[in-house]
């Protein structure tokens, strides 16, 4: 998997592989970080946090772009090493908090500092989305103006307007994949 934009742009990511994981693919990280941008993320002015990070690729991405770091939680410890040794591979691991920890509940801790892009990309068919977003809401994970980025499965039943503080910015389908967007007023 390559990074597609930015000073790593061209660079190879290693990869795990194993039920449950899917990098993000290629066309859909490059609209997804359309999308952001198109919304008014500053890449340079950005911290993000990477829950359920598998490869990292979507966190990788965004400090490519100049987000000054990035939180990766991933509880597979092989996955973890992965993101670890990309990290250093790419010489941004100064940048890079990795922890080898259960995502929902990494969320339900109180942060160090607010982020500013959150990315949730859950196992699907196991329901982790909703408490994820409610765990980051109630820890006050997100700064003001910070965005929360799901990528689920498509037929996922969940009330997208059912999480307070947050407004849906949009909902789309990309083949079997669902990008869904909040916005944190």
């Known amino acids: 998997m390559k990074i597609i934009a930015?000073?790593?742009?061209?660079r190879t990511l290693k990869t795990v592989s194993g039920p449950g994981y899917r990098p993000a693919m290629g066309k859909v990280r490059e609209s997804l970080f359309s999308?952001?941008?198109?919304?008014?993320?500053?890449?340079?002015?950005?911290?993000?946090?990477?829950l359920f990070a598998g490869s990292g690729s979507l966190a990788f991405e965004a400090v490519s772009r100049g987000a000054g770091k990035a939180y990766f939680v991933e509880k597979d410890a092989n996955a973890a090493k992965c993101?670890?040794?990309?990290?250093?591979a790419l010489g941004i691991g100064e940048k890079c908090c990795i922890f080898t920890e259960d995502a929902v509940k990494f969320a339900g801790k109180r942060p160090t500092e607010q982020v500013s892009v959150v990315f949730i990309?859950?196992?699907?068919?196991?329901?982790?989305?909703p408490?994820?977003?409610k765990n980051l809401i109630r820890r006050e994970w997100l700064e003001e103006g910070a965005?929360?980025?799901?990528?689920?499965?498509?037929?996922?039943?969940?009330?997208?307007e059912d999480f307070e503080g947050?407004?849906?910015?949009l909902d789309r389908n990309y083949g079997s994949t669902r990008i869904i967007i909040w916005y944190k007023e």
């Open 6 to 10: 930015g000073a790593l742009k061209g």
């Open 35 to 50: 999308l952001l941008e198109a919304r008014g993320v500053v890449w340079a002015e950005s911290i993000v946090l990477d």
């Open 147 to 160: 965005f929360v980025v799901a990528e689920v499965e498509k037929h996922l039943k969940i009330n997208t």
């Open 83 to 88: 993101i670890s040794a990309n990290a250093a």
């Open 131 to 133: 408490q994820t977003l």
């Open 121 to 129: 990309d859950p196992p699907y068919a196991q329901n982790l989305l």
């Open 166 to 169: 947050l407004t849906l910015e």
